[in-house]
Every structure is written in structure tokens, then in C-alpha cells.
């Protein structure tokens, strides 16, 4: 599976900004999808997740802000990210768990996740 994440730039803080993961193939409804960032001088940490079962898993630190959804038919996933804060600039990397580990947990793992993309950047100024 190839993934390739587009849609970063550079914002303001407290806009919004729109992330897309597409797969060379699917159905992404049996795959855990994943994003995770990485930001200069750290390692890379989860961000969010969306199982095979299409439940939605997020990081302390963006949840309530950042979405990630879904769609099959584009084998698409996106991140919406929102109130964007200075603190989310990263690298921000879709992954593929295929075929998908059942536990729950593995979801938060940068181990579990078998493809990813090359990264885009996100940039949020002050």
C-alpha cells in the first residue's frame, strides 16, 4: 500500500487546515489508519487513529480539536485539524496497518503500522 499525505502548509494560529491520506488501495474499512507528526529535535508521537471498525482513537493533545474521518470510495483518509496552535507544528505522517491488529491499543503504536507516507509539513505561527 502506497500512502501519499498531502495538504499541509503554513497557518496562523487558531485557524484550521485540512490533511489528506490516499491510499493505492482499499478498502481502507479493513485497514487501522493512522496519523502521527513529528516536530524538529523530537520523536515522533500519535496523533489520531481510525480503526477497521471505524472507531476514532486521538492523543490528549489534540482531541476535541483534530477529526480524522474517512472515505472508502476515495481511499482517503483526512485530518481536520482546528484551533491550530503553535505546538502542532510537525511533520505530520498517515500510516497503514494492514492487515489491521485487532487489539486496541496497537492503534497508538508507531510499531503496529506496516506503510507510511513521506510526511507533510505543518506550520503554525503565532
Avoid at 503554513?10 to 489528506?20: C, D, F, N, Y
Avoid at 507528526?37 to 472507531?55: H, L, M, N, Y
Avoid at 476514532?56 to 482531541?63: A, E, I, M, N, R
Avoid at 510537525?90 to 492487515?99: I, M, Q
Wanted: proline content about 4%.
Amino acid at each position: 500500500v502506497q500512502l501519499q499525505a498531502s495538504g499541509g502548509g503554513l497557518v496562523q494560529a487558531g485557524t484550521s487546515l485540512r490533511l489528506s491520506c490516499a491510499a493505492s488501495r482499499g478498502p481502507l474499512n479493513r485497514y487501522n489508519m493512522g496519523w502521527f507528526r513529528q516536530a524538529p529535535g523530537k520523536e515522533r508521537e500519535f496523533v489520531t487513529a481510525i480503526a477497521w471498525t471505524g472507531t476514532t482513537y486521538y492523543s490528549d493533545s489534540v482531541k476535541g480539536r483534530f477529526t480524522i474521518s474517512r472515505d472508502n470510495a476515495k481511499n482517503t483518509v483526512y485530518l481536520q485539524m482546528n484551533s491550530l496552535k503553535p505546538e502542532d507544528t510537525a511533520v505530520y505522517y498517515c500510516a497503514a496497518d494492514v492487515p489491521p491488529v485487532a487489539i486496541a491499543s496497537s492503534r497508538r503504536t508507531i510499531a503496529s503500522y506496516d506503510y507510511w507516507g513521506q510526511g507533510t509539513q505543518v506550520t503554525v505561527s503565532s
